[in-house]
């Protein structure tokens, strides 16, 4: 579940899309909503096991910029480039890398990518959060990526360069 200042970061990077955005998970639709509302590009939103479709299409069935997808998202192809990535998938580890592996390829240089449920410390030390989140992200910066901001659960790490071959 994101909060409200969360969303309203989503909102802001949706917004500053010029060319496309790609959402990995998308359970209730909640995020969708945020970025289709926000942006004005194409949008791509993919869920191994979306719940509420019937009511997420309904309400986005005017909105011809946005495709949902129904797979798993280490292996569904984009084809084009997009310029903001928002990962709300699996919260293991190994699915956050083989995300990235994925769809960083494709994510331009300059580009943001926004992880959910990233660790985070409220003023009384109670933690937020998912670990292997933090730890996918944190071995992606600072060779990869940057992280620009974050806000509660929600970090934005803007690309820098490619990932290395693993092959």
Not at 12 to 30: D, F, L, M, P, T
Not at 95 to 107: G, Q
Not at 145 to 155: D, H, K, P, R, Y
């Amino acid at each position: 579940m994101m909060m409200p200042a969360e969303g309203e970061l989503l909102a802001k990077y949706s917004s500053q899309a010029k060319i496309g955005i790609v959402e990995i998970g998308r359970k209730y639709g909640g995020s969708t909503l945020i970025i289709a509302s926000h942006s004005s590009v194409p949008v791509t939103s993919i869920d191994w096991n979306p719940l509420e479709v019937e009511k997420i299409q309904q309400i986005l069935k005017e909105n011809t910029r946005v495709t949902l997808l129904k797979g798993d998202s280490r292996k569904v192809k984009i084809d084009s480039e997009f310029d903001v990535l928002f990962v709300d998938g699996m919260h293991k580890s190994s699915f956050i890398k083989a995300d990235l592996n994925n769809h960083w390829p494709n994510l331009t240089i300059g580009g943001y990518a926004l992880f959910h449920d990233m660790l985070f410390y409220d003023y009384t030390g109670k933690k937020y959060g998912i670990s292997s989140v933090n730890d996918a992200v944190k071995e992606l910066i600072p060779v990869y990526g940057e992280i620009v901001e974050q806000v509660g659960t929600l970090a934005v790490v803007r690309k820098v360069c490619e990932l290395e071959d693993e092959s």
